[in-house]
């Protein structure tokens, strides 16, 4: 199973972003609990935005109504739409779904944004 993460870059606050993770070996399909994380300089990583069973979705809230999580079956992706985009989202954003009994992770997408 293998994760890649894209879509990150450098972008002003108020502007948008939306990171795509495509997974290879094993479906993203509703049945999997798949998830966007972030990790800024200095801290630990963090809970973005989750998608689970039946399309449920869960996000932090300091993200709420700014970003959201989807999947897409036909291009086996999940992706995330960030709008609004302040100083404080700046981080490398990883995608993670728990399939086969374990977490894994994409390789992480670096987003700046710019004040």
């Known amino acids: 199973v293998q994760l890649q993460a894209s879509g990150g870059g450098l972008v002003q606050a108020g502007e948008s972003l939306r990171l795509s993770c495509a997974a290879s070996?094993?479906?993203?399909?509703?049945?999997?609990?798949s998830g966007w994380y972030r990790q800024a300089p200095g801290k630990q990583r963090e809970l973005v935005a989750r998608?689970?069973?039946?399309?449920?979705?869960d996000y932090a809230d300091s993200v709420k109504g700014r970003f959201t999580i989807s999947r897409n079956i036909a291009k086996n992706t999940v992706d995330l739409q960030m709008n609004s985009l302040k100083p404080d989202d700046t981080a490398v954003y990883y995608c993670?779904?728990?399939?086969?009994?374990?977490?894994?992770w994409g390789q992480g997408t670096l987003v700046t944004v710019s004040s």
């Open positions: 993670n779904t728990f399939t086969h009994g374990r977490d894994f």
């Open positions: 070996g094993t479906t993203l399909r509703g049945n999997k609990v």
């Open positions: 998608i689970t069973a039946g399309s449920m979705t």
